[in-house]
């Protein structure tokens, strides 16, 4: 499969906590983007981070790739119960005009 | 939000019958996707265009095909429905494809129904 994987496939915390889920992917890329999807909904794109970037931050969002080990982070700061979503993470593979998907995180945010 | 609208939202129909997907863009981008959700494998690519008529295959386009006659309009066709191809599709669009560091909006999905 080309898929990436994202780590944990369910992650339950506390509003107000902060959220960390993982992203690793296969091939040499040309951008990450993290995305959001609500029940029910198509998805949302989040942030892209390039693949000569280490770390980008937008809102309480914070991503980290790491091209060596072939893996992002999406950190969600003070998550709150509106964060409560299936987060996917998308890779940009070089040279083409797909993107993959990873099989998705899917966030709890407990009021 | 993007405007795509992508038509039926919901469809059931029976094996072996054609069944033909609509989305349709109003902001001119040049890529558009067809992918399909499933519990447990995330969104898989079934085909792509990147120009009018200009179309490639995605990772899982057997059974599928797609035509594009003109900017805003992409069609997804099942030549003849099978139930493996019941699934939540959904269409993206994007400016520059996955070269150009540009994001990909979605519409809201058709979830198909085959008996």
């Known amino acids: 499969s080309q898929q990436g994987e994202e780590d944990p496939q369910a992650l339950s915390i506390q509003e107000g906590e902060n959220a960390t889920m993982n992203c690793s992917y296969k091939?040499?890329?040309?951008?990450l983007q993290w995305y959001r999807q609500n029940s029910g909904r198509g998805l949302v794109h989040l942030i892209l981070i390039r693949s000569n970037e280490r770390e980008k931050h937008s809102g309480r969002l914070r991503v980290t790739l790491d091209t060596s080990k072939k893996s992002s982070s999406l950190l969600i700061t003070a998550s709150r119960a509106a964060d409560t979503a299936s987060y996917f993470c998308?890779?940009?593979?070089?040279?083409?005009?797909?993107?993959?998907f990873g099989t998705g995180t899917r966030l709890k945010v407990l009021a | 939000d993007a405007g795509i609208t992508q038509s039926p939202r919901h469809k059931v129909t029976e094996t072996g019958t054609p069944v033909t997907l609509r989305c349709h863009q109003t902001?001119?981008?040049?890529?558009m996707y067809w992918y399909r959700q499933d519990p447990g494998h995330g969104l898989r690519l079934i085909h792509y265009s990147y120009g009018v008529k200009d179309t490639d295959k995605g990772e899982v386009s057997d059974g599928y095909s797609v035509s594009r006659s003109k900017t805003e309009d992409f069609l997804l066709t099942l030549e003849s429905a099978t139930s493996s191809q019941t699934s939540v599709y959904f269409c993206?669009?994007?400016?520059?494809?996955?070269?150009?560091?540009?994001?990909?909006?979605f519409g809201d999905g058709t979830r198909l129904s085959i008996l």
């Open positions: 091939t040499s890329i040309n951008n």
């Open positions: 902001e001119n981008h040049r890529y």
């Open positions: 998308a890779t940009a593979d070089s040279g083409t005009y797909k993107y993959i």
């Open positions: 993206a669009i994007s400016v520059s494809g996955a070269q150009g560091h540009q994001p990909q909006h």
